[in-house]
């Protein structure tokens, strides 16, 4: 069993920052990835950002330039700092991570609860 709990969401007036952070907890034997993803009401979840256990990042354009990826690979944790935060990035910000249970041969998607982030004008 395997569980990803995210914490840090809320509101905020626009221009202003938040950190989301999410643990990874339960059977895992291997981390590959962990990232954020969010959806915002009436359309698709997307990728926001994410960072694999070799250190590479990615971001989507939208938030290049003010959200920043971070991770502590000891503790199972990741972490995304959102700084200058628009009235678009309202969503529900999902984490989510590639990983390989104990006693599986594969990697398989987990993703946590959700948490809302609410950008005021």
């Known amino acids: 069993q395997v569980q990803l709990v995210e914490s840090g969401g809320g509101l905020v007036q626009a221009g202003g920052s938040l950190r989301l952070s999410c643990v990874a907890s339960g059977s895992i034997f291997r981390i590959n990835a962990m990232g954020w993803y969010r959806q915002a009401q009436g359309k698709q979840r997307e990728l926001v950002a994410v960072?694999?256990?070799?250190?590479?990042?990615r971001y989507s354009d939208s938030v290049k330039g003010r959200f920043t990826i971070s991770r502590d690979s000891a503790q199972n944790r990741v972490y995304l700092q959102m700084n200058s935060l628009k009235p678009e990035d309202t969503a529900v910000y999902f984490c989510?991570?590639?990983?390989?249970?104990?006693?599986?041969?594969?990697?398989?998607?987990?993703w946590g609860q959700g948490t809302q982030v609410t950008v005021s004008s």
């Open positions: 989510n991570s590639l990983l390989v249970s104990y006693g599986l041969e594969y990697a398989d998607d987990y």
């Open positions: 960072v694999t256990s070799g250190g590479s990042t």
